[in-house]
C-alpha cells in the first residue's frame, strides 16, 4: 500500500514547484528505489496536460560509469540529454539513493573530468532557469540509505522528510504560499544592502552584496525549501570559515572544512577528511574557487544534519555558502561546472551583520519580520 503522503508530494511538485501547465513537456529523473513517487509525479503530469519524458536511474550505475569509462567517455555528453535541457520547459528530479558511498573510492580526477565536461549544459540549466524558459525542482524520496546517515529508522525518516516538505498535510500548497510570503519580507528587508559580515566559530567573513538580488527560495526550485539566497560579488569575500558539517559532493564526504579567502579567492583550503578531493575540486575550472552563493537557512522544520545536502542546507539558524557556479538571476557572474554547498552552524555564538545592522544571533533573526 502506497503511503498517502506520496501523492500529496507528488501533487505539490507537480502542480505547485513546477506548476505544469498543458503541453509542456517535462523531464522526469530520479532513483529506481523512488519508484513509487516517480509513477505518482508521472501520473499528475499526465492529469495537469504535459508531456512526461521518464528516464529512471538504476542502482549503482554512477559506480559502474567511473569504474570502467575511458577518458573519451567521461567527456561524452549525450547529445538527447542537451537537447531536452535546451528545449524542455520543465524538469523533476527524485533523488533516492539505494548506497550513499558508492562513489567513496572513485578517483577525484575522475569526477572533476567529468563536471568539466558537463559545464556547459550547467550553464544552459542556469541561463534558461534564470530568463523563466525553465521550471526544476529536486525532492527526495526516503530511502534505507538516507535514513542510516540520518541515523533513524526508516519510519523515522520518513516522518521527518515528509514532515519537512509538508508541514500543513491538510493544505501543503496553502502552507507554501504563506511561508513564501513571510520569506519575501526578509529579501525585502535585503533590498539595495551593500556589505555582509559573518562572524562564529573560526570563521569571519566579509562580502559584498551590493547590486545583487536575494532570491525567496519557497519550494519552487527545491523540496522541501526554506532559505534566502544570493550571489556575492565575485572579488569581495575576504577572511576565513570553518564549516559546522561534513561538505558532501558527489558522494564524497569531506569534513573539517577550512577554507580562506582573498579578493573572493579561495587561497588556501584545509579538511580533516578527504582533503585531497576538496583541493582537486577547488582547481576544477576558473571558477571553483570562487562563491557563487550566500545563504540563510530558514525552514524551522529542519534543525538537525542528515548528511544530505537538499535538507540540511536549510537547517534553521544556519548559513552556507557554494564554491562555483553562481545563479544568474542573483546577479552572480561566476560561471563554473561544480556547484557545492558547504553549511555553517550558527547556533551557538554566530552573527551576521548587514550593513552594519545586526540581522541574526545565535540562529535567530534579530529583526521582526
Not at 524538469?91 to 563536471?115: C, F, Q, W, Y
Not at 555582509?196 to 525549501?225: C, W, Y
Request: charged letters at 20%; aromatic letters at 10%; hydrophobic letters at 40%.
Amino acid at each position: 500500500m502506497t503511503d498517502p503522503r506520496v501523492d500529496k508530494l507528488a501533487d505539490v511538485l507537480v502542480n505547485y514547484s513546477v506548476a505544469v501547465q498543458p503541453g509542456n513537456k517535462v523531464l522526469i529523473q530520479g532513483d529506481a528505489l523512488a519508484e513509487p513517487l516517480l509513477r505518482a509525479v508521472y501520473t499528475r503530469v499526465l492529469q495537469a496536460g504535459g508531456y512526461p519524458l521518464m528516464i529512471p536511474s538504476l542502482p549503482g550505475m554512477d559506480e559502474l560509469f567511473f569504474r570502467y569509462a575511458s577518458d573519451e567517455q567521461l567527456q561524452h555528453v549525450a547529445e538527447p540529454l542537451k537537447l531536452i535541457i535546451e528545449t524542455y520547459d520543465v524538469s523533476i528530479n527524485i533523488r533516492g539513493a539505494e548506497n550513499t558511498k558508492s562513489l567513496s573510492n572513485v578517483d577525484p580526477a575522475k569526477m572533476v573530468l567529468r563536471s568539466q565536461a558537463q559545464a556547459e549544459l550547467m550553464k544552459i540549466y542556469m541561463q534558461r532557469s534564470a530568463a523563466g524558459e525553465f521550471r526544476w525542482v529536486v525532492t527526495l524520496f526516503p530511502t534505507n540509505a538516507h535514513a542510516q546517515d540520518a541515523e533513524m529508522s526508516l519510519s523515522e525518516y520518513e516522518d521527518f522528510v515528509y514532515g519537512a516538505c509538508m508541514p500543513d498535510l491538510d493544505d501543503p500548497v496553502g502552507y507554501w504560499q504563506r511561508f513564501s510570503a513571510w520569506q519575501q519580507n526578509i529579501v525585502d528587508w535585503l533590498k539595495g544592502k551593500e556589505r555582509v559580515r559573518v562572524v562564529g566559530p573560526e570563521t569571519e567573513l566579509q562580502l559584498s552584496i551590493a547590486g545583487r538580488t536575494f532570491i525567496n527560495s519557497d519550494g519552487k526550485h527545491n523540496m522541501p525549501s526554506g532559505e534566502v539566497f544570493t550571489g556575492p560579488v565575485e572579488d569581495s569575500v575576504e577572511g576565513h570559515v570553518h564549516f559546522s558539517y561534513p561538505a558532501i559532493h558527489q558522494g564524497r564526504e569531506v569534513a573539517g572544512v577550512r577554507l580562506w579567502f582573498e579578493n573572493g579567492k579561495v587561497v588556501k583550503a584545509t579538511a580533516d577528511k578527504n582533503e585531497d578531493f576538496l583541493l582537486q575540486t577547488l582547481d576544477t575550472d576558473a571558477g571553483s574557487r570562487y562563491v557563487g552563493e550566500f545563504a540563510i537557512g530558514t525552514n524551522a522544520g529542519i534543525t538537525q544534519f542528515t548528511s544530505q545536502i537538499l535538507f540540511d542546507e536549510k537547517i534553521n539558524g544556519s548559513f552556507h555558502m557554494a564554491v562555483g557556479a553562481g545563479f544568474p538571476e542573483t546577479g552572480s557572474k561566476n560561471v563554473s561546472a561544480i556547484h557545492w554547498d558547504m553549511i555553517c552552524d550558527l547556533r551557538s555564538g554566530g552573527e551576521i551583520w548587514v550593513d552594519d545592522e545586526l540581522l541574526y544571533k545565535n540562529g535567530e533573526f534579530a529583526v521582526e519580520f
